[in-house]
C-alpha cells in the first residue's frame, strides 16, 4: 500500500486547508473496509491522533480539533479528505495519512506527510 498525501501548504490564523490522501495499490475491497485517518507532529512534539474514520464511517477526532476539523472519505476514489477549517498555529505540524497494516493493525502504513503551517 502506498499512501499519497497532498493538499498541506502556508495559510493565515482562521483560514482553511483541505489535506488529501490516496491509498494506492490497495485493492477497492479491502480499502472499504480499513480505518483510516490523520496523524500529525508539531516540532518538538510527538506524533497524535487528529482524526479517523472507519469503514462504516464513524469518526473520532482528537479534541483540540473538534468543531474545526472534518475527515470523510470517498471508497470508489480510495481517498481520505481532512477539511481543516478556522485553522490556528498550533496546528502548524506534519501531517500524516494513516491505513491499517496487512495484519489489520492501526495504524500499520503511513504516508510522506505533507507540511501545514499556520501563520499568527
Known amino acids: 500500500v502506498q499512501l499519497q498525501a497532498s493538499g498541506g501548504g502556508l495559510v493565515q490564523t482562521g483560514g482553511s486547508l483541505r489535506l488529501s490522501c490516496a491509498a494506492s495499490?490497495?485493492?477497492?475491497?479491502?480499502?472499504?473496509?480499513?480505518?483510516m485517518g490523520w496523524y500529525r507532529q508539531a516540532p518538538g512534539k510527538e506524533r497524535e491522533l487528529v482524526a479517523s474514520?472507519?469503514?462504516?464511517?464513524?469518526?473520532i477526532y482528537a479534541d483540540s480539533v473538534k468543531g474545526r476539523f472534518t475527515i470523510s472519505r470517498d471508497n470508489g476514489k480510495k481517498k481520505v479528505y481532512l477539511q481543516m477549517n478556522s485553522l490556528k498555529p498550533e496546528d502548524t505540524a506534519v501531517y500524516y495519512c494513516?491505513?491499517?497494516?496487512?495484519?489489520?493493525?492501526?495504524?500499520?502504513?503511513w504516508g510522506q506527510g505533507t507540511l501545514v503551517t499556520v501563520s499568527s
Open positions: 494513516t491505513s491499517p497494516d496487512y495484519s489489520g493493525a492501526y495504524p500499520g502504513f
Open positions: 495499490r490497495s485493492i477497492l475491497s479491502v480499502f472499504r473496509s480499513w480505518t
Open positions: 474514520i472507519t469503514g462504516g464511517g464513524s469518526t
